[in-house]
């Protein structure tokens, strides 16, 4: 199945017809664990599946509470992204004030040189604001010609 994607404006300040098009991802959803689980049936069961799930959560939390970015070759590397309020003086800042507010993840090499071997097609327009519609109408219009 083809990767699909949809043009839309750059964000920014610019008047719209300033602003550059770019391809977007076009999600068809979320795939959940229990889509890939059926997808993975042939190689490894449900329960299997869930506690490798569940220890790799668990591995994870602890080796990055521990200072540690996990790597783990063929997929990426997560990293935990910290987050505090702005400061002029860096000592005017204490550890309670900062906290985790995602991971970051970084895919391995091997696995984007899988995906750009995928087909990719353009989806069908998004609904986009009044000016940004007629905008890409006109886009898709000169495409066509």
Same mark, same amino acid.
């Given at each position: ?38 997808? +993975?049936? *042939?190689?490894?069961?449900? !329960? ?12 994870? $939390? @602890? &080796? ?35 906290? +985790?507010? *995602?991971?970051?993840?970084? !895919? ?12 990719? $097609? @353009? &989806? ?22």
């Amino acid at each position: 199945m083809p990767i699909p994607y949809d043009l839309v404006r750059r964000p920014g300040k610019e008047a719209l017809e300033e602003r550059p098009f770019f391809p977007r991802f076009d999600s068809k959803g979320t795939v959940h664990l229990d889509d890939l689980m059926s997808d +993975v049936e *042939s190689k490894c069961d449900r !329960p299997t599946m869930l506690r490798a799930t569940e220890s790799l959560k668990e591995a994870l $939390v @602890r &080796a990055m509470s521990r200072g540690h970015r996990v790597h783990i070759d063929g997929l990426g590397t997560f990293t935990p992204h910290l987050e505090s309020l702005p400061v002029a003086v860096p000592n005017e800042i204490r550890s309670p004030s900062i906290e +985790v507010t *995602s991971v970051n993840f970084v !895919p391995d090499a091997a696995l984007v040189r899988q995906l750009q071997t995928a087909d990719i $097609v @353009r &989806a069908a327009s998004l609904p986009l604001g009044l000016d940004d519609r007629r905008a890409d109408h006109a886009f898709n219009r000169r495409l066509e010609e």
